[in-house]
């Protein structure tokens, strides 16, 4: 009778065990599988359809029938992962949050005398559609090799299929010998002086703003402006404009693209001089255009930006910082940007006015871990707020 009163205990002892660990392995299961359940989890590796870490950083959405390609800078391990040594990489997605790896859109060249040779930096590349050539446009911040970040270029490249091959075309730096449409004429008459290397009279010097940033723009009025972090936006009436950090960083220039998107036609405007602008990314809802950026910090994080306009072109104002909220993976919030910088702002196409605010956390000593935020964005009083969610469905935009 004890024998088997015993063995009973000991049976029923084994029992309880099992249930319990049973039902933690349950709860552990239930918990881990709302975690993959949530459509999108900033900050978090974020896995392909091979498993494998998304790697297209910096990165820019097209949308082309029905269809998401998600282009970015494939990035390698260590801090050499900074340079381009494969190219830009391209992913697919019918619904934004499972992602199909489609490959390198546009390959780095073996030819030392390619701009695009390996090791050369290839930045922030943004896709866009030309309706009227049937052609996908790429364009990209480019870094000759071994030059660090000096040349300072905007780089082009065409292809017939939305996934590649792109072929390279040129880079350059924009909109030589040209005025902007919003320059005074005190600042052309101080930029026509300062080209012949004479002095400015004091009345002239006096009559304007930031004059040392004037001067950096007429340091490269002949050979081209600088472009550096850059976004490219179509509008409504199919017109593409690139906007890129220009002038020593200093200032943004809006730059309206050719009809082909394939160069830049001259005509263009100063946002900001002396602004400090980095990583535009540009919306267009309910008859306004808002433009997120960063401050300049490098791959550190710094306060995000807002500006709002009526016209692509300008004025463009300035609002306050979008977001709010503190990423508990960082204790990051609003000023450090969640840890993040701005790349791209994102309509849906089967919601439109829909946006997803597109961020990277830089890892610039093991560049292939960067991560990527995705948040929704809010449009409330003409101002744009992000709000940060450590994980969220893509049903439940605000
Ligand atoms: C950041 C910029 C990045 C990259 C980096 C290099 O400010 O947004 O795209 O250029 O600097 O330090």
């Known amino acids: 009778m004890t024998k088997m009163f015993r063995q009973y205990r000991i049976v029923a002892n084994i029992s309880v065990i099992l249930v319990f660990v049973f039902s933690t392995l349950l709860v552990k299961a239930k918990e881990q599988a709302s975690k993959q359940k949530a459509d999108f989890n900033p900050g978090k590796i974020w896995h392909d359809n091979n498993g494998v870490h998304i790697n297209a950083h910096g990165g820019g959405v097209l949308h082309h029938k029905g269809q998401y390609y998600w282009f970015g800078e494939h990035k390698i391990a260590g801090s050499e992962g900074n340079k381009a040594h494969v190219g830009v990489h391209v992913y697919s997605s019918s619904n934004l949050t499972s992602w199909k790896d489609a490959g390198i859109a546009l390959k780095v060249s073996d030819d030392p005398s390619s701009d695009i040779?390996?090791?050369?930096?290839i930045e922030r590349?943004?896709?866009?559609?030309?309706?009227?050539?049937?052609?996908?446009?790429?364009?990209?911040?480019?870094?000759?090799?071994?030059?660090?970040?000096k040349a300072a270029r905007t780089g082009?490249?065409?292809?017939?299929?939305?996934?590649?091959?792109?072929?390279?075309?040129?880079?350059?730096?924009?909109?030589?010998?040209?005025?902007?449409?919003?320059?005074?004429?005190a600042e052309k008459q101080a930029v026509g002086l300062l080209l012949k290397g004479q002095e400015l009279p004091e009345t002239l010097a006096s009559n304007i703003d930031n004059l040392a940033v004037l001067k950096v723009f007429a340091r490269d009025f002949s050979g081209g402006q600088m472009a550096r972090d850059m976004t490219v936006y179509v509008d409504k009436d199919d017109k593409a404009y690139q906007v890129y950090s220009s002038e020593e960083n200093l200032t943004l220039h809006?730059?309206?693209?050719?009809?082909?998107?394939?160069?830049?036609?001259?005509?263009?405007?100063?946002?900001h001089p002396g602004g400090r602008n980095e990583a535009p990314a540009v919306a267009y809802h309910q008859g306004k255009y808002y433009l997120l950026t960063s401050g300049l910090s490098g791959w550190r994080p710094?306060?995000?930006?807002?500006?709002?306009?009526?016209?692509?072109?300008?004025?463009?104002?300035?609002?306050?910082?979008?977001?709010?909220?503190?990423?508990?993976?960082?204790?990051?919030?609003?000023?450090?940007?969640?840890?993040?910088?701005?790349?791209?702002?994102?309509?849906?196409?089967?919601q439109p006015g829909q946006f997803i605010a597109m961020f990277d956390i830089w890892r610039p000593k093991n560049a292939i871990d960067g991560r990527y935020?995705?948040?929704p964005v809010e449009f409330k009083n003409g101002a744009m707020?992000?709000?940060?969610?450590?994980?969220?469905?893509l049903n439940a935009f605000e």
Not at 138 to 143: D, R
Not at 255 to 271: A, K, N
């Open 125 to 149: 590349p943004k896709v866009v559609y030309n309706k009227q050539t049937g052609k996908f446009v790429m364009w990209f911040h480019l870094e000759l090799k071994g030059q660090g970040y």
């Open 254 to 271: 809006v730059s309206l693209l050719s009809d082909d998107y394939l160069s830049h036609t001259g005509i263009y405007t100063r946002l």
């Open 117 to 121: 040779v390996k090791g050369s930096v």
């Open 302 to 350: 710094n306060p995000a930006r807002q500006y709002v306009a009526e016209q692509i072109m300008g004025p463009w104002k300035k609002l306050s910082n979008p977001t709010t909220g503190v990423n508990a993976q960082n204790n990051f919030g609003p000023e450090k940007t969640f840890g993040g910088q701005s790349t791209f702002l994102l309509e849906r196409y089967d």
């Open 373 to 375: 935020i995705w948040l």
């Open 156 to 185: 082009v490249a065409v292809s017939d299929k939305p996934t590649g091959p792109y072929l390279f075309i040129k880079s350059l730096r924009p909109n030589a010998k040209t005025y902007p449409m919003n320059i005074s004429k």
């Open 385 to 393: 707020f992000i709000k940060w969610q450590e994980n969220w469905q």
